[in-house]
């Protein structure tokens, strides 16, 4: 699956799990409290472990869902249209709808705030986002989908749009011209699902504070955002296309209202109290944090926080920084890895 999603530790994933193995036994409970696109927990599922992941944000569950609980193609009895293939080739010969997407994120609806028509899809595409959603829904709302079918089918859908998105890396604004992917027709392909590894794995959604009590796990994994940017307001439309509603589209790029996911660990002032509140909160002795040299607090205050838990160490991980293809910074940036013993 590949997702430009900022701060995904695929590329990480050998030195975390040669990092997670020395530090708790085979087959142990590891949370991943802030999984993102789940690419750390599918590694982990792989590797044998039982997994609990979570994130705030809906998208991140379905994927959860998707990559840790499935290991065959669901039967898809509730839609009478026969097995995952024949569901796929269905939602894919859909006829567009003028729906939010149509209106909000494309050249051919006119937003309802008065902005300048937006360039997220093309018309054509953002059309047949809203066909598709309209018919999970219905689908959804008749009952006629399980928990993990429909997690299937919108992390399908999220991956077919972030294909054909506009962007220049995330959703905050849209391109003014059209990229070459743009205009290639949105397309819904099978995942491949993970065969051969256990499934007893848990998935929560719900920011992790919140989720910390529910946490009964030999080694807690947490990968926060590191900087100011909210991952809400970055990926505003892949949330959309998640839940399947119709929010409001707010200013010039038709941010959905976020707030209800506003995260405290972009916040300089409020980063601490979240980590200590799940500290308190999770059922766990051993936690590994990821964080960036680039990020809202330093080596020396993150050990000064950590260290009010227990025995902390330090690994330092050269890595590639994210670029957008607009630009950004480029070359070398050091990627920390603490782990905490209480
Ligand atoms: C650096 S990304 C995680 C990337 C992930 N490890 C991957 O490989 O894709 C940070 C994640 O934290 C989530 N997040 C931010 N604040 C959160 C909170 N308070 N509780 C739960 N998740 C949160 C974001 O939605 C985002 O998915």
Redesign the pocket.
Known sequence: MSYR??????RLLPILLDSFKTVVKDGATVA?????????SEALRTAGYRVIA????TF?AHHARVRLLLSEKPEFTGTGLGRYAGVLAHLNQLKPQNGVFHKEYSPDGVPENGSDPRKYFSGENAGRIDAITAQLNQWQQAGALSETENSLLRHDLVLASNRVANIAGTYGHHRSKWGTSALASLELRPTTLLNGHRTDHIVHQ????T?APLIEADLCYI????MKRQ??ANYHIIETIARGDSPEAVGVSGLRPWRDQY????SKVKIRD?FRMIFNLAQCDQFMI?YSEDGLLTEEQLMELFSEVGTVSLQKIPFTRFRSNAGGQGGTVIEYLFHIKR
């Open positions: 999603y900022i701060g995904n530790k695929t991943d409290i802030m999984c993102g696109t789940a690419a750390v979570s994130d705030m944000m991140a719900g920011p992790a504070e989720v990968d926060p955002p590191y991952y809400a995260s405290d660990f972009c979240a990821s």
